[in-house]
């Protein structure tokens, strides 16, 4: 079965940290998902990529499809990026695989 | 404005009573799917339909059904409520599987 592993679990980290959330995910995922859902519950899609790189702000996603990984980064961190980002994999039938989650606090 | 729409937001209800969750999008998307998020478990898909008249078992299909007849709606069933169906659901649409999802702000069911 196709898994998508996330890490770290939790991150605490200081205003103005540069942020890494790694994903791993199995043979079969063909492209990637990363999402944020606010500490009020609602979900954004952040991106969606397949090969390369991709930058949205201070927000950047690549993956590496050799390696079967996936990375989100954030410069210059702030508070209010504080969430749960998730990644999900999309697998030959089109069917997303979510990993678990990664819930990130920036204190001030 | 573009957006998904679930009803209700919140509901409480007890086992045995048929209850359907609404979902519509106004972005003339083709994909849409049921989620349910729990505690420790993450998102995990329920059903899922790439166009009208066009639906898929996710991971957990169990105690749910689906109907797409129109492309703007996708509606959650449960026929028969279980406790264990108490959970956080979200509907989501996009163009297709491989495009950025939206996602609606989710409905809190507690099945008693």
């Known amino acids: 079965k196709n898994e998508v592993e996330q890490s770290p679990q939790n991150l605490t980290a200081q205003e103005g940290e540069f942020i890494t959330i790694n994903c791993s995910y199995s043979?079969?995922?063909?492209?990637l998902h990363w999402l944020q859902q606010h500490p009020g519950g609602g979900i954004v899609s952040l991106f969606m990529l397949s090969s390369g790189k991709k930058k949205h702000g201070r927000l950047i996603a690549t993956i590496n499809i050799q390696e079967k990984h996936s990375s989100l980064h954030i410069t210059a961190s702030h508070p209010r990026d504080s969430a749960v980002y998730i990644c999900?994999?999309?697998?030959?039938?089109?069917?997303?695989?979510w990993g678990a989650g990664t819930k990130l606090i920036i204190k001030p | 404005e573009a957006q998904v729409t679930q009803n209700p937001r919140y509901l409480i209800t007890v086992t045995g009573k048929k209850l359907t969750v609404t979902c519509s999008q106004n972005m003339n998307h083709e994909y849409m799917s049921w989620y349910r998020q729990d505690p420790g478990l993450g998102l995990r898909q329920i059903y899922y339909?790439?166009?009208?008249?066009?639906?898929d078992k996710g991971d957990v299909p169990e105690g749910y059904k689906v109907s797409r007849k129109e492309k703007r709606n996708f509606p959650l069933i449960l026929e028969s409520p279980s406790p264990n169906q108490t959970s956080l659901y979200f509907c989501?649409?996009?163009?297709?599987?491989?495009?950025?999802?939206?996602f609606g702000d989710g409905t809190r069911l507690s099945i008693l």
């Open positions: 339909s790439m166009n009208v008249e066009v639906t």
């Open positions: 989501a649409s996009s163009f297709g599987p491989w495009s950025p999802q939206h």
């Open positions: 999900a994999g999309m697998d030959s039938n089109y069917q997303l695989i």
């Open positions: 043979v079969g995922i063909s492209a």
